[in-house]
């Protein structure tokens, strides 16, 4: 009797590249599927978790996924995952704190403002800057021109934001907090943090006759070629305010949306923009030189929604624009008690939840790069940063 034959030999492995080819495509709202990769096997993991590859991964997909968006509620930050990303939660910091609320997430980061006190001080208004992906948690110290202020609003960017950066794999580096307010003597201050130096810059003042308006703390800013742009005097005007030259001045809407909801925007081209809604219609407006070298606004579109949600979504009750996601196109809108998102590439409309615990005006999408770090993906701990943001 013969023998059986031998097993047939195991196919060659792939080559790394092959294999590094095949993950970089990898959707990059779904940072669990890498995870999953890096678990099958140690070549993998190293391949997953090395630079060469995140590199890679940054490069051809360019734009950062939104992994889900923040809002405050009555009693703490909330996180809503859209992808398969959780974050971490927030460690260090030295603040006793109470209801951290987000005010601002950019470039990988999140701006947290609360009420609390540090050892040995009165309790007062506290600000910290939060990295979802690593959980770090980095206090920022109240500047004493805050304590002047009738209203304001702020801003968390990356520290090389004057253009030295891509804003893609940014988000463990230095970083600064903007601050915008006015105060009772028609004055517009503005002062700058810096994580690098701990300090607050000297604060700039403008004598802009806002005349009792007031910065809408809750309404997401802005940010095109180095300046950013924040909702002003009743939803009439923006508030322009260059990083670098501390420069502010006031941009005038046009008449028709003057005292309704206003949403600044990035349009895809990179310009400014603004939207509004008015019933079951939204409109999209983009800053654009005029022919004799002065600025304008052209409306570039209408969204009717009564076309693109079921008939229960009631649009025409009560629509507010809330937030907006650049680079991937999304819109956050509310009706009555529920928020939903519009995709304005595909025109999908999507509920996302009930919005009843919401206590702030305005949703934060949170913008980053994701991949596995070696130490979590060979133990089995779950994903973790090891790039980031925009």
Same mark, same amino acid.
């Given at each position: 009797?013969?023998?059986?034959?031998?097993?047939p030999?195991p196919p060659?492995?792939l080559?790394?590249e092959l294999v590094?080819?095949?993950?970089?495509?990898?959707?990059?709202?779904?940072?669990?599927s890498?995870?999953r990769?890096a678990?099958v096997?140690?070549r993998?993991c190293r391949?997953?978790s090395?630079a *060469?590859?995140?590199?890679?991964?940054i490069q051809?997909h360019?734009?950062?996924?939104?992994?889900?968006f923040l809002f405050?509620?009555?009693?703490?930050?909330?996180?809503?995952?859209?992808?398969?990303f959780?974050p971490?939660p927030p460690?260090? $910091?030295?603040s006793?704190w109470r209801a951290?609320?987000p005010? !601002?997430?950019?470039?990988?980061r999140?701006?947290?403002?609360?009420?609390?006190?540090?050892?040995g001080?009165p309790?007062?208004?506290?600000f910290?800057?939060?990295?979802?992906i690593? $959980?770090?948690?980095?206090?920022?110290?109240?500047p004493?021109e805050?304590l002047?202020?009738?209203?304001w609003?702020a801003?968390?960017?990356c520290?090389?934001? *004057?253009?030295a950066?891509d804003?893609? #794999?940014?988000?463990?580096?230095?970083?600064q907090?903007?601050?915008? *307010?006015?105060d009772?003597?028609?004055?517009?201050d503005?002062c700058i943090?810096s994580?690098?130096?701990?300090a607050?810059?000297?604060?700039a003042?403008?004598?802009?006759q806002h005349?009792g308006? %007031?910065l809408?703390?809750?309404a997401?800013?802005a940010?095109?070629?180095n300046?950013?742009?924040?909702?002003?005097?009743? $939803?009439?005007?923006l508030? /322009?305010?260059?990083?670098?030259?501390? /420069?502010m001045?006031v941009? #005038?809407?046009?008449?028709?949306?003057?005292?309704?909801y206003?949403?600044?925007?990035?349009?895809? !081209?990179?310009r400014?923009?603004?939207?509004?809604?008015e019933?079951?219609?939204l409109?999209?407006w983009?800053?654009?030189?005029?022919? #004799?070298?002065?600025?304008?606004w052209?409306?570039?579109?209408?969204?009717e929604? /009564?076309?693109?949600v079921?008939?229960?979504?009631?649009?025409s009750?009560s629509?507010?624009?809330?937030g %907006?996601? !650049?680079?991937?196109?999304v819109?956050?809108?509310?009706?009555? #008690?529920?928020? %939903? &998102?519009i995709d304005?590439?595909s025109?999908q409309?999507?509920?996302?939840?009930n919005?009843?615990?919401?206590c &702030?005006s305005n949703?934060f999408?949170?913008?980053?790069f994701?991949?596995?770090?070696?130490?979590v993906?060979?133990?089995?701990?779950?994903?973790r940063?090891?790039?980031?943001?925009?």
């Amino acid at each position: 009797m013969e023998p059986p034959p031998p097993p047939p030999r195991p196919p060659p492995a792939l080559p790394d590249e092959l294999v590094e080819e095949i993950l970089i495509r990898s959707p990059p709202d779904d940072p669990a599927s890498l995870v999953r990769a890096a678990l099958v096997c140690k070549r993998w993991c190293r391949l997953v978790s090395g630079a *060469g590859l995140r590199r890679r991964f940054i490069q051809i997909h360019r734009a950062p996924p939104m992994l889900g968006f923040l809002f405050g509620t009555r009693s703490r930050t909330r996180f809503v995952p859209t992808s398969t990303f959780r974050p971490r939660p927030p460690h260090g $910091g030295g603040s006793f704190w109470r209801a951290w609320r987000p005010i !601002d997430a950019r470039h990988g980061r999140v701006l947290l403002h609360g009420i609390g006190s540090k050892p040995g001080e009165p309790i007062g208004d506290l600000f910290a800057v939060w990295d979802p992906i690593t $959980g770090d948690l980095r206090d920022v110290p109240t500047p004493r021109e805050y304590l002047k202020l009738r209203c304001w609003t702020a801003a968390v960017l990356c520290a090389a934001a *004057g253009g030295a950066c891509d804003h893609l #794999d940014c988000h463990c580096g230095s970083f600064q907090v903007v601050i915008v *307010g006015c105060d009772d003597h028609e004055q517009t201050d503005a002062c700058i943090y810096s994580s690098v130096t701990g300090a607050w810059r000297q604060p700039a003042f403008s004598q802009l006759q806002h005349h009792g308006a %007031f910065l809408y703390m809750e309404a997401a800013s802005a940010f095109v070629s180095n300046t950013l742009y924040f909702v002003f005097g009743a $939803g009439s005007n923006l508030l /322009e305010y260059n990083v670098a030259s501390q /420069e502010m001045s006031v941009i #005038d809407l046009p008449p028709a949306y003057s005292g309704q909801y206003v949403g600044c925007i990035t349009t895809e !081209d990179g310009r400014l923009g603004f939207a509004t809604a008015e019933y079951s219609k939204l409109y999209w407006w983009s800053r654009e030189a005029g022919h #004799d070298g002065d600025d304008g606004w052209t409306k570039t579109r209408v969204i009717e929604l /009564e076309k693109l949600v079921p008939a229960d979504a009631h649009f025409s009750i009560s629509l507010q624009l809330v937030g %907006f996601a !650049d680079g991937v196109g999304v819109l956050f809108v509310v009706t009555g #008690d529920r928020l %939903f &998102t519009i995709d304005l590439k595909s025109n999908q409309v999507k509920k996302v939840c009930n919005v009843t615990d919401i206590c &702030t005006s305005n949703i934060f999408p949170y913008m980053s790069f994701f991949t596995p770090a070696p130490p979590v993906a060979s133990m089995g701990e779950g994903p973790r940063a090891a790039s980031s943001s925009a």
